[in-house]
């Protein structure tokens, strides 16, 4: 059975079985669906029904001075005009100006708004920084789930969630919390380079991640990137936010934890130097020395006590307690990644980092805590020429030792 759409392919669309993401609602496919095979459209059934009689071009009030065009498949996601939602799947757009509405707020022409509330939205324009992490303008929006994997912010690695105010670049995928906005350091002295402080940058070239290995531009060419210009050592954006934390006797450094990297093109790099094996997923790295530990081969102990907790806690590779994004160690109260193995008490919900257990006693501290000192923090200017080395001024201290040994 074949229907006819009007979209800007002007095709019949095939009903058959089929499976991925429907382009109207960006919900999954597994059953029988529509599709143009020219085009890679996927419709469910009833999306496709919905948009039988949608006209291909419409004019809005909201942005009257020119046509709205239907576009049945892009391959972006997209910020609503209207509602200020992230969207996903067919819209209306102006080509000309990059007006975007989704298909509900589209057919809102016929709201009870009054007039004056309608004036105050037409033509608005879209609020947006160039803020200093990232070298596109950012939007200012509000995020409500739209597939299966949401996006994390890009500073806190939280996830967003429904109804979350943010700022994004829907191109790089790149996303920050509207009050992360002000916790991303231009400079700061950081352990895996103890000699000079990181300075926030972007520089173009093909180096790799002094820190995980990783091409520094393998996923994102215009990323942001943490590097000391003076040695020509860049680290990614996201592997600053790393700390060394444990202190183990096989190594004299602390060690940091990293839960998956990408080493196929370079596994010299990365064997385990207890079992010689490869290490690509839950081990802790030296990066100073490029010494890498599995952790099964640290031999941490699968169970034990702490002064501050009567029951035993057992070794987990990982707890995610609750939906809240808001995870704390039970010792130090301090923030942890959920994806981080951590030492548990089922009974009690007690979760503690592997540190805090072996180290009793020892201070703990992460990338937002006390003893980060912000001298001078200018938000609005221009870091994308790093041939100046930055003032003592403006360099936030991070003590070399997170973890005292």
């Given amino acids: 059975m074949d229907i006819k759409l009007a979209c800007t392919h002007q095709n019949s669309l095939t009903y058959w079985y089929g499976e991925g993401r429907c382009d109207v609602c960006g919900e999954e496919i597994s059953h029988l669906s529509y599709n143009c095979r020219r085009c890679n459209v996927w419709l469910h059934e009833s999306c496709a029904n919905k948009l039988q009689h949608l006209p291909l071009e419409i004019i809005h009030p909201l942005h009257s001075h020119h046509q709205l065009k239907l576009q049945l498949h892009r391959p972006l996601d997209f910020f609503c005009d209207k509602c200020s939602y992230i969207s996903t799947g067919s819209r209306y757009n102006c080509s000309s100006c990059e007006f975007i509405l989704d298909l509900k707020c589209a057919s809102s022409v016929n709201d009870p708004l009054p007039e004056e509330e309608w004036r105050s939205f037409k033509d608005r324009e879209k609020k947006t920084i160039l803020h ?74 093909t180096d790799d991640c002094h820190a995980c290995g990783e091409s520094l531009f393998l996923r994102v060419l215009d990323s942001p990137l943490y590097g000391c210009q003076m040695c020509k050592i860049n680290v990614h954006f996201r592997c600053a936010k790393l700390l060394p934390t444990l202190k183990h006797k096989c190594h004299d450094h602390l060690l940091t934890y990293f839960g998956k990297i990408y080493t196929d093109f370079q596994r010299e790099h ?48 990982s707890v995610k307690e609750d939906d809240s994004e808001e995870y704390y160690c039970d010792v130090c109260e301090e923030e942890r990644n959920p994806n981080h193995p951590v030492y548990c008490c089922k009974k009690c919900t007690y979760i503690v980092h592997i540190e805090c257990v072996l180290h009793e006693g020892l201070a703990r501290q992460s990338m937002d805590s006390k003893v980060l000192i912000v001298k001078e923090m200018e938000h609005n200017d221009d870091i994308h020429d790093t041939s100046q080395q930055p003032s003592e001024e403006k360099v936030i201290s991070l003590e070399k030792g997170v973890v005292s040994s």
Wanted: aromatic share 14%.
């Fill in 270 to 317: 990365f064997e385990c130097k207890i079992c010689k094996m490869l290490c690509d997923a839950n081990f802790y790295r030296c990066v100073q020395c490029g010494f890498n530990f599995h952790l099964q081969c640290l031999q941490i102990p699968s169970s034990a006590t702490h002064k501050y907790h009567r029951h035993q806690l057992i070794l987990m590779d």
């Fill in 132 to 205: 200093y992490s990232h070298s596109h303008l950012l939007i200012l929006f509000k995020y409500r789930k739209i597939k299966e994997d949401d996006y994390n912010c890009s500073w806190c690695d939280k996830r967003l969630l429904d109804s979350d105010v943010c700022y994004g670049c829907i191109e790089c995928e790149f996303f920050l919390h509207e009050v992360c906005t002000d916790k991303i350091p231009r400079t700061f002295r950081h352990p895996f380079h103890p000699s000079h402080p990181f300075r926030l940058h972007y520089r173009e070239g």
